[in-house]
């Protein structure tokens, strides 16, 4: 009797090892059918048990980017060379001052091999708003819309949805 290469994911390991065997699988430039129907396979396990185990709707899109650059070790500097933007529109999108871009968004799911709905979700900014200091010149300041903006990630970043690539 056959023994299956593959079998329904039942634990976390089994999840990061299976993870590991696609990255490499997807790393290949022109793979023949048997490949690609490894990779759609494992794809399908996959997105499986990330359905039935994932955290993702509990983490707003900033959270998750944070968590994501401090695993891979980037910067803000860095993460902007990355999605070809400045790195004030970076600093602006981290502390919730401007939303992501669909180009943002795009790259950031090509980058991170993550689905485009991760990131593509509503969240709320900080709205600047005007106040008067002892000299009497406005100021400009922030304004917390939402602490839910800020909640910190529950989660480890690798339990994501990854990207298909088909």
């Known amino acids: 009797m056959n023994v299956l290469k593959y079998i329904v994911i039942k634990s976390e390991d089994q999840y990061q090892d299976y993870c590991n065997i696609l990255e490499g ?13 490894e990779i759609d396979l494992l794809t399908l396990l996959i997105e499986s048990y990330e359905d039935s185990n994932n955290s993702l709707t509990e983490l707003e899109p900033i959270p998750l980017l944070k968590e994501l650059m401090t695993e891979h070790q980037l910067t803000a500097t860095e993460l902007a060379g990355i999605l070809g933007v400045s790195k004030g529109l970076v600093s602006d999108i981290l502390h919730l ?15 991170f ?51 298909v690539t088909t």
Not at 25 to 36: F, K, V
Not at 97 to 111: C, G, M, P, T
């Open 25 to 37: 699988l997807l790393s290949i430039e022109a793979p023949n059918n048997n490949i690609q129907n």
């Open 97 to 111: 001052r401007k939303n992501l871009s669909k180009e943002v968004i795009r790259k950031l799911s090509e980058h």
């Open 113 to 163: 091999h993550l689905r485009q709905e991760a990131f593509n979700r509503l969240y709320a900014l900080q709205t600047p708003y005007h106040s008067i200091n002892k000299a009497g010149s406005q100021k400009a300041s922030s304004k917390n819309v939402s602490k839910a903006s800020h909640t910190k990630p529950t989660s480890s970043a690798k339990q994501y949805i990854r990207k």
